[in-house]
C-alpha cells in the first residue's frame, strides 16, 4: 500500500492513508484519494476510488466504496465496465451498487452507457460477477425474416444447480406470433447426461400450432434421442439454414444393449417422420421394436468367425405389420504377407411373417488381392497400390419388401480391379490417386460399369474429385469435386456436383477472410444450375476487448433473414 500520506496500526492492521492511494495484491488495483483500511480484514472505506478486479478485468469506480469483505463492495454512484480505455465503450451506471465478486452485481437505478452517452435506464439491475452460471436473462437476438416480419428472441437461464440448469425461450415475430420453448440439461454422473427441449409456436397466418420435442440421453447401456415435429412444414418455415431446413427425415431412435465377454445384446426402437412434402407417413415402416444378438470376431484357428442375428417388428399405421428374424454368419481368412488375400464366406437367412410366412435365403463371397509397391526419393515417398476384388452372391427365396439394408442383397457377379497412388512425405500422406473399374459378370451387355477415378490432395492446395465415367457411351455419370486454399488472413473453397441422370448441377462457394485478430468475415453461397439460388450466406463478427457483435445474413429463394447479436463482455445476462 501507497500514499502520500499514511498511518498503520500495527497491532491493529488498521491503515488510514490520503493522497495518490495505491493498494494491490493478488487479486485486486485500487487506486483511491483517501482510504480507511484494515489489511488484515480487507474492509474499510475508499473515496473517489478506481477499483480494478484483474480476474475478468472489471474497472469499478465510485465516489464512496464500502470494503464489507475480501469480495464484497457497497458503492455510491458507481460504474463498472471491463473496458480499459479512459472513455469506455460501454459501462454499467447506478446510484447505489452492491458488488460480490464470483457472484452477483446489483445496482439501483441503473443505466447503460455507450460511449458516455446514457441508453438505457432501469430502476434495478442484476448481472453475473465471475460466475459461469447463474440464473439471469441472456442477452437477446434481434433480426429479421421478410416473411415473419421482426424477430426477437430472449432466453432466460435458470441455474438449478451444479449440474442441472433449463433455459427459457421466448421468440417474437411481428408478422406471425410468438413461439416458447425450454431446454432442460442435466449431468447426474460422468456416465449420464442429458437434455430435453419442448417449443410451441402460434402461427397467426397459418391458424396453424407448431410443436417440437427433442431429447437426448446418454447412460451405460443405453441412449435416447428423440425428434418429433407436429407438422413437417415447420422446419422449412422456421429453420434458416438449409442444412437443416432441407432434411428429408426426422430420426428418433432408443437403444438397451448388455455386454458379456466376446457378445453384445441389445434392444432398440426407431422412428422416422418423412418431412418431405405430400408423402404418406402412414405407410412409412417403422422399427418397434428390434432384439439383436452380436457375436464378436472369434479366430477358430486360420479362420475369424462372427454371428449377428436379429429379431425385428417393423410397425405401419396403415396396413400390416411385418415381423423378421435374420441370422447372418461370417467367416474371414487371410493368408500372406507381401502380396496379400483375404476372403470372406457369408451365409444370411431371413424369415418374414406378414400375410403368410416366408424365408430368403442368401449366400455370399468375397476375395480381395492386394500388394504394395513403394520407392522412395529424396523427400518423397511413392506407393504404388494394385488390387483385383470379386464378389459373387446368390439369393434365393420370395422378394421381400424394403425395410433396410438387409433387403438390398441382390445376385451380384462383380470383379473389380483398382489402381492406388500415394505420396508422402516426413509429415505424411500428402496426395493420393485412385483408378477403379469394375466388370460385372451378370450385365447381359457392356459388362463394363463405369470407370471412376478418385483423386485428392492435402497441402497447400486442398483439392478433392471424383469422377465417374461411362466407358460404353463415352459420358460423364457424375462429377463431385472441390478445391480450397488457405491464406494467411484468408480461405477460399470452391465446390461442384454434377449427375447426369438426376439433372444435378450444384455450384457452391465459401470464403473466410479475417484482416485482424477483431474482424472475420465469412460468406458462403450454393447454386443450383436448374433452380437457381438455394441458399446464400454471410456473416461478419467484429470484437474488441470488452464489447463484440455478431451479424448473420441468411437467403433462400423465397426468404431471407437478418440477425444481429451484441456481447458486452463481463455482462453474459442482465437481470430488470
Known amino acids: 500500500m501507497q500514499a502520500d500520506k499514511a498511518s498503520y496500526d500495527q ?19 485500487i487506486k483511491a484519494d483517501r482510504a480507511v483500511l484494515n489489511l488484515r480484514t480487507k474492509t474499510g472505506v475508499l473515496y473517489n476510488a478506481e477499483i480494478l478486479i484483474k480476474e475478468g478485468n472489471y474497472h469499478i469506480r465510485g465516489a464512496k466504496v464500502e470494503k464489507t469483505g475480501e469480495n464484497r463492495y457497497f458503492l455510491k454512484n458507481a460504474s463498472v465496465t471491463t473496458c480499459d480505455a479512459p472513455l469506455p465503450a460501454w459501462c454499467l451506471r447506478g446510484s447505489d451498487v452492491d458488488i460480490i465478486i464470483g457472484d452477483r452485481l446489483k445496482a439501483k437505478h441503473a443505466s447503460l452507457a455507450i460511449k458516455g452517452i446514457p441508453l438505457f435506464y432501469t430502476p434495478y439491475v442484476w448481472a453475473p460477477i ?16 421478410k416473411s415473419k416480419g421482426i424477430y426477437i428472441r430472449q432466453p432466460f437461464f435458470w441455474a438449478i444447480s451444479e449440474n442441472r440448469d433449463a433455459t427459457f425461450y421466448l421468440d417474437l415475430y411481428t408478422l406471425r406470433g410468438v413461439g416458447k420453448g425450454i431446454e432442460y440439461r442435466y449431468i447426474e454422473r460422468a456416465d449420464l447426461s442429458g437434455l430435453f427441449n419442448i417449443y410451441h409456436l402460434r402461427d397467426r397466418e397459418l391458424k396453424k400450432d407448431f410443436t417440437e420435442v427433442r431429447a437426448s440421453h446418454r447412460q451405460t447401456g443405453g441412449w435416447l434421442d428423440l425428434n418429433l415435429v407436429n407438422h413437417r412444414e415447420f422446419y422449412r418455415l422456421y429453420e434458416p439454414y438449409l442444412e437443416l431446413s432441407s432434411k428429408r427425415f426426422l430420426e428418433s431412435e432408443a437403444e438397451m444393449s448388455m455386454h458379456a465377454g466376446n457378445s453384445r445384446l441389445y434392444l432398440t426402437s426407431q422412428y422416422l417422420f418423412d418431412l418431405k412434402d405430400g408423402t404418406d407417413q402412414s405407410s412409412i415402416p417403422q422399427r418397434l421394436p428390434e432384439a439383436g444378438f452380436f457375436y464378436a470376431p472369434k479366430r477358430l484357428g486360420p479362420v475369424v468367425l462372427t454371428v449377428s442375428s436379429t429379431v425385428s417388428n417393423f410397425w405401419v399405421k396403415q396396413g400390416d405389420d411385418t415381423k423378421r428374424f435374420d441370422i447372418y454368419l461370417r467367416a474371414f481368412h487371410s493368408a500372406g504377407r507381401g502380396p496379400s488375400l483375404l476372403q470372406t464366406f457369408g ?37 504404388v497400390e494394385p488390387s483385383l476384388s470379386y464378389r459373387y452372391v446368390f439369393v434365393d427365396g420370395k422378394e421381400p419388401p424394403f425395410f433396410d439394408s438387409v433387403e438390398l442383397v441382390s445376385e451380384t457377379s462383380v470383379a473389380e480391379a483398382s489402381l492406388t497412388s ?43 474429385t471424383s469422377v465417374s465415367y461411362d466407358v460404353n457411351k463415352g459420358l460423364l455419370e457424375s462429377v463431385d469435386s472441390d478445391v480450397g486454399i488457405d491464406l494467411p488472413k484468408a480461405s477460399v473453397s470452391v465446390g461442384q456436383s454434377y449427375a447426369r441422370g438426376g439433372d444435378l448441377r450444384l455450384y457452391s462457394l465459401s470464403i473466410e477472410y479475417s484482416p485482424a485478430a477483431v474482424f472475420a468475415l465469412n460468406s458462403s453461397i450454393w ?11 454471410a456473416g461478419l463478427r467484429y470484437q474488441r476487448q470488452c464489447w463484440g457483435v455478431t451479424m448473420r445474413y441468411v437467403k433462400k429463394r423465397e426468404d431471407y433473414s437478418l440477425f444481429l447479436t451484441i456481447n458486452l463482455i463481463g455482462l453474459g445476462f442482465l437481470e430488470v
Open 527 to 537: 447454386y443450383d444450375a436448374k433452380r437457381g439460388l438455394r441458399e446464400f450466406k
Open 422 to 464: 500415394r505420396f508422402m512425405d516426413s509429415k505424411g500422406e500428402f496426395a493420393t490417386l485412385r483408378l477403379i473399374q469394375p466388370y460385372d459378370f451378370k450385365r447381359g451387355e457392356n459388362h463394363l460399369l463405369p470407370l471412376r477415378l478418385d483423386a485428392s490432395v492435402q497441402r497447400l492446395l486442398r483439392f478433392r
Open 130 to 145: 465471475l460466475t459461469e452460471r447463474k440464473t439471469g436473462f441472456l442477452i437477446p437476438t434481434v433480426g429479421y425474416r
Open 347 to 383: 451365409a444370411r437367412h431371413s424369415v418374414y411373417d406378414t400375410d403368410d410366412t416366408f424365408s430368403r435365403r442368401s449366400y455370399d463371397y468375397s476375395a480381395v488381392l492386394k500388394a504394395r509397391f513403394i520407392r522412395d526419393y529424396r523427400n518423397i515417398t511413392h506407393a
Open 11 to 29: 497491532s491493529t492492521a488498521d491503515a488510514e492513508a490520503e493522497g495518490n492511494v495505491f493498494y494491490e495484491d493478488q487479486k485486486v488495483t
